[in-house]
């Protein structure tokens, strides 16, 4: 299989599309949630309330919901990887923009909340790794087509 082309986001452009890329996020973690506590209810229903004809209808409605939500996500995570993304973190809305940072493999890091992508990480390194994206590259040169 052979290896997919990335897109590499400036500073300046993962900005330009993080009114749609918040809006997705904000979903996802909405809905990550939901699809959480669905799953603690439904387990919860199967442990304590085994054989009990209610209890079994509202764990087979459950389970609706989490199937539901997990399209719903499955969805959304699919939306975010067509603009080049990645997902880091579905219950804190964490997102990577593959990037260079002074010529190196990167990723801008962004989580729901923050005003602008304004962090980055080495691509070997993760969200505790994150610093301010440096001064230079805020200002990198366009991308070649």
């Known amino acids: ?83 080049g993304l990645e997902v880091r973190d579905l219950e804190l809305g964490l997102v990577d923009f593959p990037s260079l940072i002074d010529g190196e493999p990167a990723y801008l890091s962004w989580r729901l909340g923050e005003e602008r992508v304004s962090w980055w990480h080495p691509a070997d390194k993760g969200f505790s790794d994150r610093a301010p994206v440096p001064e230079p590259s805020l200002h990198l040169p366009p991308k070649l087509s």
Do not use: C, W
């Open 1 to 83: 299989m052979g290896s997919a082309i990335r897109t590499l986001f400036t500073v300046e452009e993962a900005n330009q599309v993080l009114p749609l890329v918040r809006s997705i996020v904000r979903d996802v973690v909405d809905d990550f949630r939901h699809l959480r506590n669905a799953g603690r209810e439904r387990r919860a229903l199967e442990v304590e309330t085994a054989g009990s004809r209610r209890a079994e209808q509202h764990i087979e409605t459950l389970k609706d919901k989490v199937s539901e939500f997990s399209a719903r996500i499955e969805g959304y995570l699919r939306e975010l990887s067509d603009l």
